[in-house]
Structures are given as C-alpha cells and as structure tokens.
C-alpha cells in the first residue's frame, strides 16, 4: 500500500469514526387505537294457530290447514325462521303415545315443497323495524284420520328464530 | 512509495534524529482535534378511542380518533399505521359474520401527509401524518383519523374490539 493511500484510508476511517460517535439515529415508538362497536338487534314472531278442522277419514285423503308467521325484527336484520321438529304428530288429547292416537302432518313453505324442519330451507328475511312487515305462510298437511282413534287431537311446534 | 520503503525512511529519520540531538532546527507539528455530539429526544404517540357505538345496518357507520404526538422540540416526527385495513371482531374472531371491517383514512395530517389518504402501512408514502415537536403533548400538533366501519348486515349480534397499532418514527 502506498502511502498516499494509507493517509487516505487513515482519513476516511477518522472521519467515520466522528460520524459514528455518540450520534443518535433515526428511532421509533408505537402507540395504539382502541376501537369498539356493537351490533345490536332483536327478533320476535307470531305464528296463527293452525286449525285443521275435522280430520279426513277417508282412505288416503289427507287435509291441509296454515299457519301464518310474522316476523318483528330491527330494521335492517337478517332472520331465518326454523322447525327444530323433524316430524310433527298431532297427538289424541294431546298425549297419547299410540301410533291410533297420533296423526302426521309435515309442514312445508307455502311458497316452496320444501320442509321447514331445516335451518337451509327456512323462513328468511330482513327486518324492517315492524311488526306488520312481510309475513310468510306454511302449510301443515294432516294425514289420512282412516284408521285413527276418535278425539280431539292437538300438537304444538316450536319454531326458531335466529337472527 | 511501499511499506517496506517507508520503513526504511523512517529507519534513517530516526538515525538523523538521533544525530542531531541538541540541535535546534525550526519545527512543526499537528495535533487532532476529535468533535463529537448527541441529539437527543424522543417521542411517543396516543389516540383517543375509536368508539362506534351501535353499527348500522344497511349502510356504514363513521368514527374518529384523535391522535396525539408528544415529542421533544424541535423533533420532526411521522405517525403511520403499522398494519393494513383493521377489523372489528367479536367471539372467536373467526368468519366474516365475526368480522367487521373499518378502514381508517387521514383526517387531518398535520404538517405532512395527505387528508383523505388511506392510513396503512402499505399507503404509509401518503397515508401519514407528521410534524415537529414542541416538547408538549398537546401543542405538538392534534391529527385526526377516521374510521369507517362497514354495513352491518348479516354479522353477529355482539360487541365488537379491534386494537390498531401506530408507530411514530422520529
């Protein structure tokens, strides 16, 4: 190495170390942003009763009766109405465990062949923020009285809204 | 001239200066001087809650934060987000019903940035804000953020946390 080069190199390497001495650099910190919110809303429905009548005994005749749903949601909600029941059985007075006391009667939408015992086929809808918004209507298909026992037969269904 | 010449140079410099020793020849000499400093000063950031209330649904739902810089005077500082879009989440986070979106734009930037621009680190060439310190936290200049979180339809009822991380660089 020459000495011409060495000065050069004892320069650059002085300088350097000045530059670097006790120097700050750019530095950095972090703070942060709490953020909140809530998604809030209820749900509630009616159901009319669905009367079927007198039953058909009559061989294979089977009988239909409907119940209307009114949803009552915030406006703005999305709903799903369901059956939780996948079968539904009218039963003598109510009660009776005999397969002569007990008469089938599946619900469907009355807009589609679908069963309403599914949370994929249910009642769907967004709120309004009224009661009187779009009501839906299922149909409950009673089968054939033929070989049942005479009396008064009753059922009740529990429908489900999620929401 | 090479190492090894130089040594020999050296070599006969000493032998000269030995042999002249009480001899009095007119001289000079050099001496370093080292100079050195230290800025010094640091900065930290706060934010005021970013608190939507009630979301809506069927349509979005606005929000700001105040962001406060507290820097030494004279500090020239840049805030940025050290993420993307931020999202509001509830239960287990899991599933866009959980999720709720809110990206946040520039308000106010201070001396820096650009009112309206998407404030993440991705867009953190616009999306900043910046300023110069004057030793107080409230004088060092107030920015704001927005947030603005999205339609509400469809999500789970419940209530919804998000955590947004700055970094103030300085």
Not at chain 1, 52 to 59: A, D, K, P, V
Request: charged letters at 5%.
């Amino acid at each position: 190495m020459k000495v011409k080069n060495l000065k050069s190199s004892l320069l650059i390497c002085s300088a350097l170390l000045l530059s670097s001495t006790n120097n700050t650099f750019a530095d950095a910190a972090s703070g942060s942003i709490s953020a909140t919110a809530a998604v809030v809303g209820s749900c509630s429905f009616t159901a009319s009763a669905m009367e079927f009548g007198t039953l058909n005994r009559t061989s294979g005749g089977t009988k239909t009766a409907t119940s209307t749903i009114t949803p009552n949601c915030t406006a703005g909600l999305g709903y799903t109405i369901t059956s939780g029941a996948a079968t539904t059985t009218l039963l003598l007075d109510g009660t009776s465990a005999l397969a002569a006391g007990q008469i089938l009667f599946p619900l469907t939408r009355t807009d589609t062949t679908l069963t309403l015992a599914s949370s994929a086929n249910g009642i769907t809808g967004i709120g309004t923020g009224s009661a009187t918004e779009a009501s839906t209507t299922i149909t409950g298909t009673a089968a054939s009285a033929n070989t049942k026992l005479s009396g008064a037969y009753s059922a009740s269904v529990t429908l489900t809204i999620t929401y | 001239m090479t190492i090894k010449n130089l040594k020999s140079s050296l070599l006969i410099c000493s032998a000269l200066l030995l042999s002249s020793t009480n001899n009095t020849f007119a001289a000079a000499g050099s001496a370093t001087m080292l100079a050195s400093g230290t800025a010094v000063g640091t900065c930290s950031v706060t934010a005021s809650a970013m608190a939507f209330g009630n979301l809506n649904y069927g349509s979005a739902k606005t929000t700001t934060s105040i962001i406060t810089p507290s820097c030494t005077l004279g500090i020239n500082y840049t805030v940025t987000n050290a993420g993307g879009d931020p999202t509001l989440t509830t239960g287990n986070g899991v599933g866009a019903a959980n999720q709720i979106l809110f990206p946040i734009t520039i308000t106010s930037s201070g001396s820096g940035g650009s009112a309206g621009a998407a404030f993440t680190l991705l867009n953190a060439a616009n999306g900043y804000i910046s300023g110069i310190g004057t030793g107080s936290a409230s004088s060092s200049g107030l920015s704001t953020l927005t947030g603005t979180a999205v339609d509400a339809s469809s999500k789970t009822i419940g209530d919804y946390t998000a955590t947004v991380t700055l970094t103030i660089t300085y």
